[in-house]
């Protein structure tokens, strides 16, 4: 009978397959946390109440730690949204705090992971800048638009990229009209600025 390996076989591969499904059904499931997690995270900091926002990171971290486990060979790339999740978040925190930005071994992330997580960095840096001009604070403004666009200008050659980094080239394309965008915005408030100095100096 040229049949009689088949069976045996099947059974041990659907046998395989039955894990692998369950393994992935409980990653989509669970990890759905972590992201919720990490962007109430960014609201919080957006909101200036960063402890809040460091108190939903170390959860996140706490559960992305945990789930790795089950992430085994290919089942890994069901964790690329949630530590891209928690890159953008850890970067976005540390840059308000004025501290280094995480490398990606530092925050135990895979390498398209941090990549897409700085790429979605700066869409939140965007919103901080028009949130210190709203407050008058041009200077620190300043700063998170030199760190938007440092970061920017380092991650455009990932582009190249696109088929390995799924999206890198369309979030590249949308982080170039974000920085355009603020630039414009940063150079009339700093002349804005300067004319007020000028006119409060001739009013004496």
Do not use: W
């Amino acid at each position: 009978m040229t049949l009689k390996n088949v069976k045996p076989s099947l059974n041990k591969i659907a046998k395989n397959l039955g894990e692998t499904q369950d393994a992935r059904e409980f990653l989509l499931k669970n990890t759905r946390e972590i992201i919720i997690l990490c962007s109430k995270s960014i609201i919080a900091v957006h909101k200036g109440d960063l402890t809040t926002g460091k108190n939903n990171l170390k959860q996140a971290e706490t559960l992305l730690k945990k789930y790795k486990k089950k992430a085994t060979g290919g089942l890994s790339r069901y964790l690329i949204t949630p530590e891209q999740e928690f890159v953008e978040a850890a970067c976005l925190i540390a840059i308000v705090e004025k501290k280094e930005i995480p490398s990606d071994k530092k925050l135990s992330v895979m390498p398209e992971s941090y990549v897409l997580g700085l790429l979605d960095c700066i869409g939140e840096l965007k919103r901080q800048v028009f949130d210190k001009i709203r407050m008058d604070e041009i200077e620190d403004a300043t700063r998170m638009f030199e760190i938007m666009e440092s970061l920017y200008l380092q991650l455009y050659t990932f582009s190249m990229y696109d088929k390995v980094v799924k999206e890198a080239r369309r979030k590249i394309d949308v982080n170039r009209i974000l920085v355009d965008d603020v630039r414009s915005v940063i150079t009339e408030e700093k002349r804005r600025t300067e004319l007020i100095k000028i006119l409060r100096k001739l009013e004496k």
